[in-house]
């Protein structure tokens, strides 16, 4: 069955940095675009950003554009989010999922809070 | 960043049919396919409804979902208490180049 766990997530200062992964398994990684998503405490959800198959088109929230970086390996079936310069409206759950095949997002993690404090 | 509207709230009796709306845009859903999320306090979301009405399996016939322009809706026939929980549309939106989430919408069984 398909499994995301996320990782990487704790408390970070305003400015600092801080590196999520997502391990799948269960399914062949390397065929379907992956998409990470949060949620800050008490709110909706906000979409981060996506990444293709291959590498090939990365997209991003503007809200997060130019600071978070997304990246795959798919050799090691792993999603990875760098994020830099953090700030406190980072502070959110963050999840990965798996885009099916209109995008939809057919399979989450459990998701990693991410706190961004003094 | 929310472009897509949805009533905070909706509620209903055991048996009932609650309908939840979401208002996009013609960039979003007017081009686009909607799909529906569930989301239990303090658990991911679930994938409910994909490609406007298409049912994931797993997912009961009670739960279905319609597109019209640039709305879409999400019908819940038959409540039950389990249906209790914030419910969540999306669309790619071309225009942003980005993904769009509704506001959310609270379901609460009376």
């Known amino acids: 069955q398909v499994e995301l766990v996320e990782s990487g997530g704790g408390l970070v200062k305003p400015g600092g940095s801080l590196r999520l992964s997502c391990a799948a398994s269960?399914?062949?990684?390397?065929?379907?675009?992956m998409t990470w998503i949060r949620q800050a405490p008490g709110k909706g959800l906000e979409w981060v950003g996506q990444?293709?198959?291959?590498?090939?088109?990365?997209y991003y929230a503007d809200s997060v554009k130019g600071r978070f970086t997304i990246s795959r390996d798919n050799a090691k079936n792993s999603l990875f989010l760098q994020m830099n310069s953090l700030r406190a409206e980072d502070t959110a759950v963050y999840f990965c999922?798996?885009?099916?095949?209109?995008?939809?997002?057919?399979?989450w993690g459990h998701g990693t809070l991410v706190t961004v404090s003094s | 960043q929310s472009v897509l509207t949805q009533s905070p709230s909706a509620s209903g009796t055991p048996g009932q049919r609650v309908t939840i709306s979401c208002s996009g845009g013609?960039?979003?859903?007017?081009?686009?396919?909607v799909s529906w999320y569930q989301q239990f306090p303090g658990t991911a979301p679930q994938l409910l409804i994909y490609?406007?009405?298409q049912r994931p399996s797993g997912v009961p016939d009670r739960f279905s979902g319609s597109k019209s322009g640039t709305s879409a809706s999400l019908a819940i026939s038959g409540l039950r208490s389990v249906d209790e929980a914030n419910y969540y549309c999306?669309?790619?939106?071309?225009?942003?180049?980005?993904?769009?989430f509704g506001t959310g919408t609270t379901v609460t069984v009376l």
């Open positions: 013609s960039s979003n859903i007017g081009r686009n396919f």
């Open positions: 269960g399914f062949i990684f390397s065929d379907f675009y």
């Open positions: 490609r406007n009405n």
């Open positions: 999306a669309s790619w939106d071309d225009s942003l180049s980005c993904y769009v």
């Open positions: 999922a798996r885009a099916g095949s209109t995008w939809e997002f057919d399979h």
């Open positions: 990444v293709s198959s291959g590498l090939s088109s990365i």
